[in-house]
């Protein structure tokens, strides 16, 4: 750029061109350097976030300034419905939470963020299929601007069958097993007495009164069992039908 030994050193000259006056030169770069310094608000948010239906969704975004958070910093989420131009705003906050009293998201939107932590999250509750679409998450914090705000897709979809169905299998098993191991040691305990009753009929034995009363204290155990069998039936019946 033509600078000597004999001359001072400065940064600004070799950043301006010889052709261009150093006044002006000067100017250009405090025009820069402040575009850069308003520049300088970073958000971020996730690209895609998937929900199901009635479960609360939080969608995040998050925010880093090089100003101190005031009470001009502000916060707007609009949301657009697949394939439609259209943008309605859902939230929007200003030292306060506001959010929207109309339109599809009306009492389901709440704060989930924290300003001096940088989170300017939000939550949708009870979440439908009519909740997709393309969420924006704009912030400014003057005089920290930025104007490439950051989008999320959010896709509610119905929880999997498969999934409904691992629950009752679950279920299955710890009351059907339990239930069936009970069933099968009475059935067992029932014919091996029934056999015993038979073959002392045929030989014409006849029971003490020892063996009367025992024969007695086992009818009272086969009867607890018969009836536990009927309350575990009963247990997986309610059990069953709290679950639809």
């Not at 896709?155 to 999997?160: Q, S, Y």
Request: with cysteine; charged share 25%; net charge neutral.
């Amino acid at each position: 750029i033509g600078i000597t030994k004999s001359e001072t050193w400065e940064p600004s000259l070799i950043l301006c061109f010889p052709n261009i006056p150093q006044p002006v030169c000067h100017q250009s770069l405090l025009i820069l350097l402040c575009v850069y310094t308003a520049l300088s608000l970073e958000i971020k948010a996730d690209a895609h976030v998937r929900g199901y239906v009635g479960e609360k969704i939080k969608l995040k975004c998050t925010f880093r300034s090089t100003s101190s958070i005031t009470d001009k910093l502000t916060i707007d989420w609009t949301y657009r419905p697949p394939s439609s131009s259209r943008t309605e705003s859902i939230f929007h906050y200003q030292s306060f939470q506001y959010p929207t009293t109309a339109g599809t998201f009306r009492d389901r939107i709440s704060w989930a963020g924290d300003v001096y932590r940088g989170d300017a999250s939000i939550s949708i509750s009870n979440p439908t299929l009519k909740d997709n679409g393309t969420f924006s998450c704009a912030v400014k914090n003057p005089p920290d601007v930025h104007h490439n705000i950051p989008v999320t897709e959010l896709t509610v979809t119905e929880r999997g069958f498969g999934i409904m169905l691992s629950s009752v299998a679950l279920l299955s098993v710890l009351v059907f097993v339990p239930s069936a191991v009970v069933v099968v040691l009475l059935l067992v305990r029932m014919g091996r007495k029934s056999a015993g009753l038979k073959k002392r009929n045929k030989s014409g034995y006849k029971k003490s009164s020892i063996e009367v009363s025992d024969d007695t204290d086992q009818e009272e155990a086969d009867d607890c069992m018969a009836r536990l069998c009927v309350r575990c039936a009963e247990c997986l019946d309610s059990d069953y039908e709290e679950t639809y």
